[in-house]
T-cell receptor, first 109, second 114 residues
Framework: RKEVEQDPGPFNVPEGATVAFNCTYSNSASQSFFWYRQDCRKEPKLLMSVYSSGNEDGRFTAQLNRASQYISLLIRDSKLSDSATYLCVVNTRYSTLTFGKGTMLLVSP | GAGVSQSPSNKVTEKGKDVELRCDPISGHTALYWYRQSLGQGLEFLIYFQGNSAPDKSGLPSDRFSAERTGGSVSTLTIQRTQQEDSAVYLC????????????FGPGTRLTVT
């Protein structure tokens, strides 16, 4: 099993739609979780951290399920500018971040 | 403040030549990472430095790859005798620490080996 797994997509959604991505991780000792966004031919940029209690930042909501070892990202009211690849990132206690291969989102008019 | 910077932004080199890629991390960040990303692929971890500790070189694909970090700041990734399969974007990132800290990426160096 890969350390961090994501559905590569693409997810094609119309503007205004709500879309959710899941990501599973294999190491139960993982302690820190993030979502990054990567635009085409650009570097990854931090979107948000994922906290145990779940957290929200505007239209974006991240949740963590430790029992099932997955994290999720929900995007409400999708915008054209949300089109990007979303990377799930996991960090175990004494290791660096492990990046998933990403889920591609395409928002169409 | 200033983010992570990398140079050059693009590098075209002939097969067999050596190349050096430079990364200047965010001031005060003790951890520095190198990744590479081939077209349409995910990030591949290469190496990281944390403070004065020995670097974790576990991701380096071959002994043609090496990296150093001088004075706990600027880092150079060197690829010797480049091969066509080395063509990729080489990304550098830095963070305040290793455990639990988010990483901030530079814009990358696009390496093309002809």
């Amino acid at each position: 099993r890969k350390e961090v797994e994501q559905d590569p997509g693409p997810f094609n959604v119309p503007e205004g739609a709500t879309v959710a991505f899941n990501c599973t991780y294999s190491n139960s000792a993982s302690q820190s979780f993030f979502w990054y966004r990567q635009d085409c031919r650009k570097e990854p940029k931090l979107l948000m951290s994922v906290y145990s209690s779940g957290n929200e930042d505007g239209r974006f909501t991240a949740q963590l399920n430790r029992a099932s070892q997955y994290i999720s990202l929900l995007i409400r009211d999708s915008k054209l500018s949300d089109s990007a690849t979303y990377l799930c990132v996991v960090n175990t206690r004494y290791s660096t971040l492990t990046f998933g291969k990403g889920t591609m989102l395409l928002v169409s008019p | 403040g200033a983010g992570v910077s990398q140079s050059p932004s693009n590098k075209v080199t002939e097969k067999g030549k050596d190349v050096e890629l430079r990364c200047d991390p965010i001031s005060g960040h003790t951890a520095l990472y190198w990744y590479r990303q081939s077209l349409g692929q995910g990030l591949e971890f290469l190496i990281y430095f944390q403070g004065n500790s020995a670097p974790d070189k576990s991701g380096l694909p071959s002994d043609r790859f090496s990296a150093e970090r001088t004075g706990g700041s600027v880092s150079t990734l060197t690829i010797q005798r480049t091969q066509q399969e080395d063509s990729a974007v080489y990304l550098c990132a830095s963070s305040l620490g290793v455990t639990g800290y988010e990483q901030y990426f530079g814009p990358g160096t696009r390496l093309t080996v002809t």
